[in-house]
């Protein structure tokens, strides 16, 4: 049993790095050749500034975060770890500042609310898993830089709708702009609810034996 909760944990860790490193080389670092976003501006003062400190935090944040979970690697090189988590943190607060102002002028109207409240959730998250680590709670400070990870990876997982059609689920849905929505609001908050009842809800659910 052991045995094959590891495997499923590499190949979990796994598919979340592979993912993380093709959204990296296929959608960030042409920004970081010259390639600009016109949508957003075509000068980097004209919003162009918050799209390369939206990009240079989550490539910090996106790398970075396996890193936080890797017990292994924790334990061994501690410093490391604490240094990395700083980087961490510092890349979701420059994200995270950043994509408060993207979210307002995203092309996918509909998806402003969810981008946005999306954003919240990434910067309180990770502020608590700093406040909780600072209180010497490891339990609460995992919780919360699981939940702050998830938001990083929301921000990827709704860039790759077609890679990962919801079609299946919800059936074709042919108006672009509301199949981003539907993507958009289900990769932003679905895992982090699901994170919320494996972390909290189930645990709280068993019996404590010494009441």
């Known amino acids: 049993m052991l045995v094959l ?21 296929d959608n960030i670092i042409m920004i970081f050749f010259g390639y600009r976003i ?7 003062f004209n919003n162009q500034v918050w799209v390369v400190m939206h990009l240079v935090g ?30 961490y943190m510092i890349g979701v607060l420059l994200a ?14 509909p998806c402003r609310i969810s981008l946005f409240i999306l954003t919240i959730l990434a910067l309180l998250s ?10 010497k709670n490891v339990k609460a400070h995992r919780q ?7 938001c990083v990876l929301a921000f990827v997982m709704v860039r790759v709708d077609n890679v990962i059609p919801l079609g299946f689920m919800f059936g074709q849905i042919e108006d672009p702009i ?24 189930i645990p709280n659910s068993k019996s404590n034996k010494s009441v």
């Open 5 to 25: 909760q590891r495997s499923l944990l590499i190949l979990f860790w796994a598919f979340i790095i592979s993912l993380s490193l093709w959204f990296f080389f």
């Open 38 to 44: 016109f949508i957003f501006g075509d000068s980097f």
């Open 58 to 87: 989550g490539t910090f944040a996106l790398l970075l975060g396996p890193m936080q979970f890797w017990k292994g690697f924790r334990n061994r090189f501690l410093k490391f770890h604490r240094a990395s988590g700083k980087l």
């Open 96 to 109: 995270g500042v950043s994509a408060l102002r993207l979210s307002l002028i995203s092309y996918c109207v």
């Open 126 to 135: 990770t502020w608590f898993a700093w406040k909780t680590i600072k209180a």
């Open 144 to 150: 919360f830089m699981i939940r702050s990870y998830i």
């Open 178 to 201: 509301f199949n981003r929505t539907v993507n958009e609001y289900f990769f932003s908050f679905v895992p982090l609810l699901v994170a919320e009842i494996l972390m909290v809800w």
